[in-house]
Each structure stands twice: as C-alpha cells, then as structure tokens.
Nanobody
Framework: QVQLVESGGGLVQAGGSLRLTCAASGRTDNLIASAWFRQTPGKGREFVGRTTWSGGTTHYADSVKGRFTCSRDRPNSTMYLQMDNLKPEDTGVYYC???????????????????WGQGTQVTVSS
C-alpha cells in the first residue's frame, strides 16, 4: 500500500506560478509511475502529466505542455508539479496519483493508477 498527501494549492493570478507537492509513504519501491490529474468545473478527471518512477521520463497533456513540469525525488518519495504561466482554465482540483500496476501502457489513464491523493484546489484568477 502507498499513501499520498498533497500540498501547495492556492489562489494565483493568471500568468503566475504554483508548485504542488505530493509526499508518498509505504511501499514506494514498487512504484512504476506517478502522475497528476485534475478535475475542472464541468469536466471529469483528466490527465495532466506523469513521471516514470525509475527513469523519470515525463509525458504531458497537450494543454499543459511547455508550462507544467512533473518531477520526482525518489530518495524522499516526493513528487512535484511545477505550474508556470497559469491560465484561468487551469482552475480545478489537482490530484496526485501513483501506480504499481504492471499492465499500464503510457500511464496517462485513470485506470492505470491505484493510489490517489486527497486533492488540492488550484484557482487561477483572470
């Protein structure tokens, strides 16, 4: 089992930056990937970006490419989402996720993750 605790959300003006942190505990040695998803008003939970746990390879949704950066600190079992040049449409609840499921592919789908944080609100004002 892995537990995830997020922090770092808040209110920011458009064009600003925020960094989200997700602290993992438990059996993190078996993790394959970590990711961030968000739930925006009127939409379901959507993929934002992910990092493979061992090699650190990243993959992003087109809507955030070039503005958001996923990273992880393996020794400290911590994941980060650096968000720059934020836009009002980035407003939503952001969730970190982790997976030790070995049947995933790109690890950009909800079903490929079996551990979830509680979510943190990000609000971008125009």
């Amino acid at each position: 089992q892995v537990q995830l605790v997020e922090s770092g959300g808040g209110l920011v003006q458009a064009g600003g930056s925020l960094r989200l942190t997700c602290a993992a505990s438990g059996r993190t040695d078996n993790l394959i990937a970590s990711a961030w998803f968000r739930q925006t008003p009127g939409k379901g939970r959507e993929f934002v970006g992910r990092t493979t746990w061992s090699g650190g390879t990243t993959h992003y949704a087109d809507s955030v490419k070039g503005r958001f950066t996923c990273s992880r600190d393996r020794p400290n079992s911590t994941m980060y989402l650096q968000m720059d040049n934020l836009k009002p449409e980035d407003t939503g609840v952001y969730y970190c996720a982790a997976s030790d499921l070995r049947n995933g592919y790109y690890y950009d789908q909800l079903k490929e993750y079996n551990y979830w944080g509680q979510g943190t609100q990000v609000t971008v004002s125009s």
